[in-house]
């Protein structure tokens, strides 16, 4: 089963596929078997990152290998 398209792909890695969702958003989708700990272990840092004056994207939500945050300008 494929998980449905959630927006108009604009990136492309090695391991994920970004989307743009809209209202300054993306989602970074991970497309190869990452553990899902791993994935929210990684948002977790980037909201501790920005918390401390890091400049990088707001995470707004973690769901499986997804996770969905604020669009870099």
């Known amino acids: 089963m494929t998980a449905a ?9 090695r391991n994920a ?4 969702t809209g209202e ?3 989602l970074r ?6 553990d899902t700990a ?3 272990a990684e948002a977790e840092v980037m ?4 918390a401390s ?3 990088v994207p707001e ?9 969905e945050m604020e669009r870099a300008a």
């Open 53 to 55: 004056g890091v400049p």
């Open 5 to 13: 398209v959630p927006g108009t792909l604009i990136g492309s890695g």
């Open 59 to 67: 995470v707004f939500d973690v769901s499986g290998a997804d996770i």
């Open 24 to 26: 300054g958003r993306v």
């Open 47 to 50: 909201a501790h990152a920005r």
């Open 38 to 40: 791993r994935v929210a």
């Open 17 to 20: 596929d970004v989307y743009d």
């Open 29 to 34: 989708r991970y497309r190869d078997g990452r």
